[in-house]
């Protein structure tokens, strides 16, 4: 992280008390308290899984959700039960939400029996019961802006809206994934912008997350109701339940393509968990089956996938060249005869980097040269943070995630070949390994015409054995396809539905393809066992990323660096939830132990820290082959057997690429 002077803050914080506040928020989590994060306390109370945990505004108390359905208010601090209330509901409580302006008296609670219910802390009573879902309600989000309202996303596929001045006994339906997605459609989670309370991010199974505009959506059914007495509908008439415009969606450019492979895997891919930065500027998302996503809802991009199809046309430029809202292109460019690389304003990259970078690339190849994969990538991300401009950290980045092989590294690596060549179109290795990378994500026909542009480029390289060997195998992929796979191609595949005996509506397709691609991958933990699994940002700017694990830790990330910088053993089986003090550098963490655990920075002087988990690369090594396993073998290893020979690459395992680099692909730069 970056140092900073905070004496010039404290003076102020010392004059001025106002400035107190500030201050606390902006220097509360820091690189040296995430290094002395350690236990603090553990609240115990519950006698059931605890599911759910919320701060209120202040952060002086906390609220918790748990199997045995009850909801107990602690006193964090003095660590002390204030209140245990019976929730009545008959099931699982999955959601807890303070209601905002109600000074922390109305607490509204999602459960498992399909029910939602309102209570009053004061008098312990439950005053509003709400039995419109059909099945598990696994959310509640509330808006700061919108007092008396809040919203649920259920496993039936609604999400629906509350208002408690209007209605105290039903909901408005506001979304139905099921008018899009097919009556398979679950709705798992959803949050609503912290800084524009219109803006609502929902969470489904499968890889697409949805971001509505829930003041249009609003005032389009208005107007539609307004409009429904003077027209003439006939029998055809079809209205939209979502006015264009007010839905975009976000997805990993890899995941479309890969849903097929993990289907037939038993490897459901499911949000768990969706959340905005604190200046609403971005949005995480832990996605069940896969990673932890952050996209940008500021400066979007497409995903790189989108503008390789051989279907492109100059034509439809805006759209397959990869350019975005703010009009930032991605680099690649495809027309129907030739992949080209557009030239980039950025700066060049045969600039030298200043010796402290010089310094991070060196012990990056190093690590490379060791076969250490990871510790390569966490060292070239530490230059790239610096020197963005730079296309040979792009290139040698690309190269260890070639190697290192875990779930969309392949993609990641295309990113990094695309972002090198736009930086520096003559950058041999990079357009080589852009050849291998589509090849490996099953774009076999632009993988051949990648290859062929770059032996026109490079002809002294055309029949080097590495070229030869990718050649060969390019052309064996594109014999052995069936007829079928062939009509299918790409596309078919990138947007199926969730069920092979529905369709999806052609409003819904069109909003797929206008996806937009993440900014950071997070890998290490697992989030293959539960559907409740939370990741979050610490710190007021967001500066670190927090996630669970079914391995029982949970992982910090540097969030613009992407590298993993803690891990913690958070629960003897699973962590679940994560949820930071909104003003201290404190963490509520709980899972399927009946606690609550609560972390703070340790006092230097205290000895080992027995929740460390020292081997980082190790766990998060363990934690790949734990997500690529056989469902049996997860459902052995979560009952405390250790399995052996798990399917998963390491860094001592097999790597096709090995016989097939030579020269061109083999050695970083």
Known sequence: ?????????????????????????????????????????????????????????????????????????????????????????????????????????????????????????????????????????KRIATAPMWPNTFWSAAEDGIIRQYDLRENSKHSEVLIDLTEFCGQLAEAKCLAVNPRDNNYLAVGANGPFVRLYDIRMIHNYRKSLSQNTSAAVHTFCDRQKPIPDGAGQYYVAGHLPVKLRDY???????????????????????????????????????????????????????????????????????????????????????????????????QQANNAFARQQWT??????????????GNAMLYGNRAAAYMKRKWDGDHYDALRDCVKALALNPGHLKAHFRLARCLFELKYVAEALECLDDFKGKFPEQAHSSACDALDKDIKAALYSKSDSEDKKGNSSIRFQSFSRKESIPEDEVVLRERSFDYKHRYCGHCNTTTDIKEANFFGSKGQYIVSGSDDGSFFIWEKETTNLVRILQGDESIVNCLQPHPSYCFLATSGIDPVVRLWNPRPETDGDNGRVVEDMEGAAQANQRRMNADPLEVMLLNMGYRITGLRGVGPDGSDDEDSSEGPVQCRTS
Request: overall charge neutral; hydrophobic content about 35%.
């Open 1 to 137: 992280m970056t140092t900073v002077n905070i004496t010039r803050e404290i003076l102020h914080r010392q004059i001025r008390d106002r400035r107190a506040s500030g201050f606390q928020r902006s220097f509360h989590v820091t690189d040296p308290f995430i290094k002395r994060l350690g236990l603090e306390a553990e609240l115990q109370g519950h006698t059931g899984c605890v599911n759910c945990l919320e701060w209120n505004e202040q952060g002086d108390l906390l609220a918790s959700g748990s199997d045995d359905q009850h909801a107990i208010i602690w006193d964090p601090f003095r660590h002390k039960k204030l209140t245990t209330m019976h929730t009545g509901h008959a099931a699982n409580i999955f959601s807890v939400k303070f209601l905002p302006h109600t000074g922390d008296r109305i607490l509204v609670t999602g459960a498992a029996d399909t029910k939602v219910h309102v209570h009053d802390l004061t008098v312990k009573e439950t005053i509003h019961m709400f039995s419109d879902h059909t099945n598990r309600v």
């Open 263 to 361: 289907n037939n895997r038993l490897r459901v891919l499911v949000a768990t968990y969706v959340t905005f930065s604190p200046d609403g500027t971005e949005l995480l998302v832990n996605m069940g089956g896969e990673q932890v996503y952050l996209f940008d809802l500021t400066f979007k991009q497409r995903p790189y996938t989108f503008v390789l199809p051989k279907m492109c046309q100059s034509s439809t430029a805006d759209v397959q060249n990869g350019k975005t809202t703010n009009g930032v292109s991605n680099g690649i460019h495809l027309t129907p005869s030739h992949i080209r690389f557009t030239e980039s304003k950025t700066q060049s990259s045969f600039t030298e980097l200043p010796p402290h970078l010089e310094k991070i690339k």
């Open 375 to 388: 510790q390569a990538i966490q060292l070239y991300s530490l230059g790239i943070h610096e020197a963005r």
